[in-house]
């Protein structure tokens, strides 16, 4: 432990698992006092409880305007204060033609990645204001910013989670709140399968290895962990950051610098679809 989050409050959405839960881990190795917000019960009490009094659980469905507002009144209540909203949570979505396209389809996907994250600012913003600081880190990904084989539904929402994390920093910087976000790419986690509550442990721990070979294959020649993006987020919400604002870091080992025609991506998305299942 290196106290770089010390004192600070935070919320990190979607923590009971992958990035989430890793970063939770993080900050409280750091000294934050940190509420882990998401639908599973489970699993996020029992990372609450393994890590003690400085992390607490709150059962929140990001996507419900009531759950996120009691979110935010849940921790000012609590610790008084909140310095740091990592808006984490997330769902995938496979590959859709257009005529495969569904409003239902849209609805989920784009209020789960990107309505949260409007969500969470507008219950945030009020008191980061009169603070006069706070950090807020919104969740992109490399599908946001290239056509990287994503599904189209998924790759918009997180091409406006980029751009409006831009605007957000526009807007509330005269008030010493910063906006960033943190894009990943060849990041081993359960949303390439449908999450980690869709398998057995056994199933998970196979398809996370397949996955790890697969993008061992990066200009870095390793796969992404839960703890690179962790530690993304830790610069980004300490003090370290305090010049950085309206900023989307690419973790990604390199993969958005690299041009490569469609079919290879559709093709390379494919392979790893296989790969994973075994």
């Given at each position: 432990?290196?106290?770089?989050?010390?004192?600070?409050?935070?919320?990190?959405?979607?923590?009971?698992?992958?990035?989430?839960?890793?970063?939770?881990?993080?900050?409280?190795?750091?000294?934050?006092?940190?509420?882990?917000?998401?639908?599973?019960?489970?699993?996020?009490?029992?990372?609450?409880?393994?890590?003690?009094?400085n992390a607490i659980f709150k059962r929140t469905d990001?996507?419900?305007?009531?759950?996120?507002?009691?979110?935010?009144?849940?921790?000012?209540?609590?610790?008084?204060?909140?310095?740091?909203?990592?808006?984490?949570?997330?769902?995938?979505?496979?590959?859709?033609?257009?005529?495969?396209?569904?409003?239902?389809?849209?609805?989920?996907?784009?209020?789960?990645?990107?309505?949260?994250?409007?969500?969470?600012?507008?219950?945030?913003?009020?008191?980061?204001?009169?603070?006069?600081?706070?950090?807020?880190?919104?969740?992109?990904?490399?599908?946001?910013?290239?056509?990287?084989?994503?599904?189209?539904?998924?790759?918009?929402?997180?091409?406006?989670?980029?751009?409006?994390?831009?605007?957000?920093?526009?807007?509330?910087?005269?008030?010493?709140?910063?906006?960033?976000?943190?894009?990943?790419?060849?990041?081993?986690?359960?949303?390439?399968?449908?999450?980690?509550?869709?398998?057995?442990?056994?199933?998970?721990?196979?398809?996370?290895?397949?996955?790890?070979?697969?993008?061992?294959?990066?200009?870095?020649?390793?796969?992404?962990?839960?703890?690179?993006?962790a530690y993304a987020a830790l610069y980004l919400a300490?003090?370290?950051?305090?010049?950085?604002?309206?900023?989307?870091?690419?973790?990604?080992?390199?993969?958005?610098?690299r041009m490569a025609p469609q079919s290879e991506l559709?093709?390379?998305?494919?392979?790893?679809?296989?790969?994973?299942?075994?």
């Amino acid at each position: 432990m290196t106290g770089r989050l010390t004192d600070k409050v935070a919320i990190i959405t979607g923590g009971n698992s992958g990035m989430g839960a890793g970063t939770v881990e993080l900050f409280v190795s750091e000294g934050a006092r940190v509420v882990i917000a998401a639908r599973g019960e489970e699993a996020g009490q029992a990372l609450a409880d393994r890590l003690g009094e400085n992390a607490i659980f709150k059962r929140t469905d990001v996507s419900v305007e009531a759950d996120v507002k009691a979110l935010i009144d849940t921790t000012v209540e609590k610790w008084g204060r909140l310095d740091v909203l990592f808006n984490n949570a997330g769902i995938g979505q496979p590959d859709l033609s257009p005529e495969e396209f569904t409003v239902e389809d849209f609805n989920q996907v784009l209020m789960t990645n990107l309505g949260s994250c409007f969500l969470g600012l507008k219950y945030v913003t009020p008191i980061m204001k009169k603070q006069g600081r706070g950090s807020i880190i919104n969740n992109g990904s490399t599908a946001g910013v290239t056509a990287d084989g994503s599904g189209p539904l998924y790759s918009a929402s997180k091409a406006g989670v980029i751009h409006m994390t831009k605007v957000w920093a526009t807007q509330l910087a005269e008030f010493g709140v910063r906006v960033n976000c943190i894009s990943p790419g060849a990041i081993v986690t359960p949303i390439f399968w449908g999450g980690h509550q869709t398998q057995s442990a056994e199933e998970n721990e196979h398809r996370a290895q397949r996955l790890t070979e697969f993008f061992e294959k990066t200009l870095l020649n390793r796969a992404g962990t839960v703890k690179d993006i962790a530690y993304a987020a830790l610069y980004l919400a300490s003090d370290e950051s305090r010049h950085t604002t309206g900023h989307n870091l690419m973790v990604d080992a390199g993969l958005t610098v690299r041009m490569a025609p469609q079919s290879e991506l559709l093709e390379s998305s494919i392979t790893r679809k296989k790969e994973i299942s075994g």
